[in-house]
């Protein structure tokens, strides 16, 4: 089966370089929500569909150079989509994640997601806490995002604007970017049997409310914005995260994410801070907080910023609390992490 790039597309695609991001830029009108137009000192350039979901860039107001890539040199124009997969390797650049994205065409690994983190033998310590690695590693213009292991080594790559599907990947990409990969769709009722990205496809873009009053399994987390006391300075967002089903929740059948044909959302999220209680679009990774829950929200590890990394648990069920009650609950509070440079590279 073969894709060729849609029209909304056929046009010469300007890099802006060293604005961390892609500017698409074409004759299609603006495209943001209200809370978008809230993101401080930078202003949000258009937003194209690329497959059924929506890559939203931020440009910033500063003069940037640019190179222009002409389409007609595409590589993925008339690509096989069965065979593209059959002899898959991921993307190599920037550049090339992005003319993958124009076709719905993934850039990162494609392998099934178990609901739980890989297991490490090693994680940095530091006074019996957790390290969260505090270094940033960007390239080509602040579009790619090199990731470490725990040791500080070399892991893999994320690029702006690519697809990626499973936790190291996404968790990765949405603390360097701050924003979601391009297989993202913020419409829970999108159907992967109408989106170009197929069985690819993922769901959920939101706001996160943190209400700790209404959901009271749920711990809090940190310095999340508290509409009833206005105390907390971050808007958190969740995003789904596709695993091959739950075993710890019974309300969510233990089925795969997207099967190609059907979506079944199950209970695993990435919950993330995105903006400041004013607006402002949070741009400094080591501001950031990305938290993972696989059991809908009763308990959370935060990301550490580097493969595999995830912190300690804490929430309802550690607390020893009855899954998603609002009698019998005792969340576990957030725990500390101390911040590290770890990169070794």
């Keep these: 089966m073969k894709k060729r790039l849609p ?49 939203y860039e931020e440009s910033s107001s500063e003069d940037s150079s640019s190179y222009s890539i002409d389409l007609t040199s595409d590589p993925y124009e008339d690509v096989d989509t069965d065979e593209f997969y059959e002899n898959y390797t991921p993307a190599s650049s920037a550049e090339d994640a992005l003319y993958r994205s124009m ?56 690029y702006k604007g690519g697809g990626y599907v499973t936790l190291n990947e996404v968790a990765a990409y949405v603390y360097a970017f701050g924003d979601v990969p391009a297989n993202y769709d913020e419409d829970t009722s999108s159907n992967p049997r109408k989106s170009g990205w197929g069985r690819y496809l993922r769901l959920n873009h939101s706001y996160f409310t943190c209400n700790t009053e209404k959901y009271k399994y749920e711990p809090l987390l940190p310095d999340a914005y508290q509409s009833s006391t206005g105390e907390g300075n971050k808007l958190y967002y969740e995003i789904d ?29 990435i919950v993330y801070t995105r903006y400041y ?69």
Excluded at 15 to 41: H, K
Excluded at 141 to 155: F, P
């Design 7 to 55: 029209a909304i597309l056929s046009l010469t695609v300007s890099l802006l370089f060293p604005a961390s991001c892609f500017d698409f830029s074409s004759s299609v009108s603006e495209t943001s929500s209200l809370s978008e137009n809230a993101s401080g000192d930078s202003s949000l350039s258009q937003s194209i569909e690329t497959g059924s979901g929506s890559s």
């Design 103 to 158: 076709h719905s065409l993934m850039s990162g690994s494609i392998e099934s997601q178990d609901q739980k983190p890989d297991s490490l033998s090693y994680q940095p310590m530091s006074s019996s806490s957790y390290v969260r690695n505090s270094g940033s590693h960007y390239d080509e213009g602040g579009n790619s995002y090199s990731v470490c292991d725990a040791y500080g080594d070399y892991a893999f790559t994320v």
């Design 241 to 269: 995260v596709g695993t091959t089903g739950t075993d710890c929740d019974p309300s969510y059948a233990a089925v795969e994410y997207n099967d190609g044909y059907h979506i079944t959302r199950g209970a695993a999220r």
């Design 277 to 345: 209680s004013s607006g402002a679009r949070i741009s400094d990774p080591d501001e950031r907080y990305v938290f993972y829950t696989y059991n809908h929200y009763n308990d959370f590890q935060e990301y550490l910023n580097y493969e595999a990394g995830f912190g300690e648990m804490f929430g309802n069920v550690t607390g020893g609390g009855t899954l998603s009650s609002n009698t019998d609950c005792n969340p576990t509070p957030y725990v500390e992490t101390v911040r590290e440079n770890i990169y070794a590279f």
